[in-house]
């Protein structure tokens, strides 16, 4: 029963470069949550998607960030113009449903930008 | 808006009980959550508390008293694996989404 999966684990993409981060949720989740972790810094929320849809993007940078969840495949989080300040951890988590006692968490994929 | 405080750094020796304190100021309040994630490691499920009194799952307890805005997680028999980072959330009424606070970082010492 794989849990959370997320990848890749780490990604270097120099100034200005696309990153794109993909997020597998557990076997029958459909809620999909990203959170960014700066270091010495807790996580932060960025946006909540439910397959097709996005719930919850109060957390997300107005410009150069998009997340989507689509009917089949992963949910992606896409950074376009990388910066150096965009060099975070990026934690995907999952949940059956909307108010669940629960997040599962992925292991993370780290970013760097060079 | 919500704001969570705990403190950054706490030490402890192995065998010992150690608390570890959250305070938060939210506009809505559905649960307080407490994760544990060692370096380089995804947050893990600690307990879950939504109303007053306290929650004992093994050596680990979660307390929260929401008229005070304060929880705590208290662990006990500390073990050297116990040394991680120890996050308090909250999520607020909407059902969605947590809210961490800046996590407090335990050192359990021989």
């Known amino acids: 029963n794989a849990g959370v999966m997320q990848n890749p684990r780490h990604l270097v993409r120099r100034r200005g470069q696309e990153a794109r981060l993909r997020c597998s949720p557990m076997k029958g989740h459909s809620h999909v949550y990203w959170y960014r972790q700066l270091p010495e810094e807790g996580l932060k929320f960025m946006v909540y998607?439910?397959?097709?849809?996005?719930?919850?993007e109060s957390g997300m940078p107005k410009e150069r960030f998009s997340a989507e969840f689509p009917k089949e495949g992963p949910s992606i989080l896409r950074i376009q113009q990388v910066v150096r300040g965009d060099s975070a951890a990026y934690f995907c988590a999952s949940s059956t449903q909307r108010g669940t006692r629960e997040l599962f968490f992925g292991e993370g994929s780290r970013l760097t930008v060079l | 808006g919500q704001n969570i405080d705990q403190p950054t750094e706490m030490t402890a020796t192995e065998g010992a009980i150690v608390q570890i304190n959250c305070t938060y100021q939210t506009s809505g309040f559905n649960g307080l959550f407490w994760y544990q994630q060692h370096a380089g490691e995804a947050p893990t499920f600690l307990s879950y508390?939504?109303?007053?009194g306290l929650e004992e799952k093994g050596r680990f307890s979660s307390f929260l008293s929401r008229s005070k805005g304060y929880s705590y997680l208290l662990l006990k028999e500390l073990q050297m694996k116990d040394s991680a980072s120890y996050l308090c959330?909250?999520?607020?009424?909407?059902?969605?989404?947590?809210?961490f606070g800046k996590g407090t970082m335990l050192l359990v010492s021989p």
């Open positions: 998607l439910q397959k097709e849809n996005i719930i919850d």
């Open positions: 508390n939504v109303l007053d």
């Open positions: 959330a909250v999520r607020d009424r909407g059902y969605s989404t947590l809210t």
